[in-house]
């Protein structure tokens, strides 16, 4: 199989915020993490629709000037270093059950030597899921991580990565990741391999910088839970005199969602 193509994906066209649109959109999404960085609960749910992450994949940053140095934000337009300067028209993501998923079409010529006419083409999919849907489920999930190459209507839809597991928030507020399967590039780990080499191992700190384990664990006392539903992303807050037992159910979710949410809204 093939993991790149020599057609690429017709992808819906590039969502192109308007500047109060953007300025909008990023105000909320500063507002959030300014709250989470100091320890204090956000003054509302972030919610972000597939409209807003799409605006932001081709919104370039300019327009916040920024504090105390007003006369530099018009340089930021040149430095070509934005997601919104490479990857407008480029990606488009959806956002489903339990599951966001990007579909990209990114021509290799300028990033492969030999690339000419080829692209890379592919989905890559995160979901998270709660292994029960009762609320006995305790705060256990079923997580998936995959890039897969190809279109989603080709026969030889090809996985370059796939990775399940299951995931809980330990008694000490610490993410656990087991892993339950994986295919690279065709091969597939038998039970025997993951029985030898990952069965009881935590993966989470493969994912994640120890130096900010303090930090995420105040971090999710603050936040409520996530849902990823109805074409957008809600990271809901803890608010005063809420009720706890519900917290560590979510904790896992939010960790994970939190975590990929605000990578894309800080590009």
């Known amino acids: 199989p093939r993991i790149t193509s020599d057609q690429p994906l017709d992808l819906p066209p590039a969502v192109h915020l308007s500047d ?3 300025v909008e959109v990023r105000g909320r999404i500063r507002e959030f993490r300014h709250a989470i960085h100091h320890g204090e609960a956000p003054p509302r749910d972030l919610v972000l629709t597939e409209r807003d992450i799409n605006g932001l994949i081709c919104d370039k940053g ?3 000037p920024h504090k105390h140095n007003h006369g530099k934000h018009h340089h930021h337009h040149h430095h070509g270093k934005h997601m919104g300067d490479d990857m407008c028209g480029k990606v488009h993501v959806s956002i489903l059950d339990g599951e966001i998923a990007a579909d990209f ?3 290799l010529d300028d990033h492969v030597a030999g690339g000419e006419g080829r692209y890379m083409v592919g989905t890559k999919v995160t979901s998270i899921a709660a292994e029960s849907s009762s609320e006995e489920s305790n705060g256990h999930y079923s997580v998936r991580s995959a890039f897969l190459a190809g279109s989603k209507d080709s026969d030889d839809r090809f996985p370059v ?3 399940t597991g299951s995931v809980e928030v330990n008694s000490d507020g610490e993410l656990d990741l087991q892993a339950k399967s994986a295919e690279v590039l065709g091969w597939v780990a038998t039970d025997a391999f993951l029985e030898r080499f990952l069965l009881g191992q935590n993966l989470a ?4 910088c120890p130096h900010h384990a303090e930090n995420k664990k105040n971090a999710l006392k603050l936040i409520k839970g996530v849902e990823i539903a109805d074409g957008k992303v809600v990271i809901k807050v803890v608010r005063e005199g809420l009720a706890e037992q519900d917290e560590e159910d979510e904790m896992m979710e939010t960790e994970i969602g939190l975590r990929g949410l ?4 800080n590009n």
Do not use: C, I, Q
Not at 205 to 208: A, D, E, R, T
Not at 262 to 265: A, S, W
């Open 20 to 22: 109060a649109e953007a």
């Open 62 to 64: 300019g327009h916040f």
């Open 105 to 107: 079409s990114v021509p």
């Open 161 to 163: 990565f796939d990775f």
């Open 205 to 208: 700190g493969l994912f994640s």
């Open 262 to 265: 605000l990578r894309v809204g």
